[in-house]
């Protein structure tokens, strides 16, 4: 017996269409933990399927010479799944590179610099806080303006 993707991968080839494109991974978001000079937690969405609850990163923007998985886990059908990595034994002061995903597809690079060790004194210091309510609209929801 010919398994089935024998025949149709090549079938869709022919006909000039493909499978729909494994999810790539969205809305890559950090977050500094207690010490911030030494860990980093880092999130994303995939909205349908799963790209993997993985993050290769490192010091080099062209090498990725560790890798870390996490954990998935589906929130609802319209925001899809969530994958949360958190990052440990990171050098103090050091900007690392990094993309998330897995098998089913990969962010783009992107880039964090780690905090200075507690007991130092850091200097100035700027961040920026920003919120999202997620707020969904549901059937026979009014909604609010």
């Known amino acids: 017996m010919v398994p089935r993707s024998t025949v149709i991968l090549p079938l869709l080839a022919a006909l000039g269409l493909a499978l729909p494109a494994a999810a790539a991974p969205q809305y890559v978001r950090i977050s500094y933990m207690e010490d911030s000079s030494s860990s980093m937690g880092v999130a994303w969405t995939t909205t349908s399927g799963t790209a993997g ?22 929130v609802s059908a319209t925001l899809g799944t969530v994958s949360e990595v958190t990052l440990t034994k990171l050098t103090p002061n050091t900007t690392y590179y990094y993309r998330v995903g897995g098998a089913g597809g990969w962010s783009p690079q992107y880039n964090f610099r780690t905090g200075v060790p507690q007991n130092k004194d850091c200097g100035a210091m700027r961040f920026v806080v920003m919120g999202d309510s997620r707020a969904e609209s549901f059937q026979g929801d009014q909604g609010v303006s």
Do not use: E, H, I
């Open 53 to 74: 609850a993985t993050v290769q990163y490192g010091t080099s923007k062209t090498t990725y010479a560790l890798t870390v998985t996490g954990t998935s886990n589906k």
